[in-house]
């Protein structure tokens, strides 16, 4: 079933707070009739910090797409504080997360932007994110700072660069539960 705008405007007034946990339950995926995933349980508790390891085409990519609501479960496998999530309260799950994956995209923006992407500014909170993310240095080199013009997908800077400008946008939004998928792969130790 598509959504329609009226389903997110309905939507829209429907709450869903994560206070205690996420949880997945009995979970089997498959694509293609390959199984992924095979009656996985997983519980993630507010404020927790875990860690996916595995082999290649273990599961761990799509695990993500699936605590990030870029996949929809049909089953009310996933549930928040003991609330299943239904199909047509995936857009208001999807406000709660954060995801920094793999491959990330730059707008042909300035940094900012790329960074706040349509939220409202706030300076204070910008210098301090690129301060975590040590992303001061290379935009401190910039003639125009924070208002240099990223190229489309960071083509003006390196990977590691870009990889730092995604964090800080990742960040940015403070976002219930935040999914980084290998954050740090394109950075120094």
């Not at 405007?9 to 996420?22: G, M, T, V």
């Not at 609501?69 to 406000?95: F, M, Q």
């Amino acid at each position: 079933k598509s959504i329609t705008l009226e389903d997110n405007k309905n939507n829209e007034d429907k709450n869903i707070n994560f206070n205690k946990k996420i949880t997945i339950k009995n979970l089997t995926f498959k694509y293609d009739n390959t199984k992924i995933l095979n009656s996985l349980n997983l519980e993630i508790l507010k404020g927790e910090k875990i860690a996916l390891v595995g082999e290649s085409g273990s599961g761990k990519t799509t695990l993500i797409n699936i605590l990030s609501g870029l996949i929809k479960l049909n089953n009310h496998e996933l549930s928040v504080d003991d609330i299943p999530i239904a199909n047509k309260d995936y857009i208001t799950y999807r406000k709660l997360v954060s995801l920094m994956p793999q491959e990330s995209y730059l707008m042909n923006e300035t940094v900012e932007n790329n960074i706040i992407f349509g939220d409202e500014i706030k300076f204070n909170k910008l210098n301090k994110l690129f301060n975590i993310v040590n992303a001061e240095k290379f935009i401190n080199k910039f003639e125009n700072k924070e208002k240099e013009i990223i190229k489309e997908n960071g083509l003006n800077i390196s990977g590691g660069e870009k990889q730092r400008l995604v964090f800080a946008r990742s960040l940015y939004k403070d976002f219930e539960l935040l999914i980084l998928d290998e954050p740090t792969s394109s950075l120094d130790k």
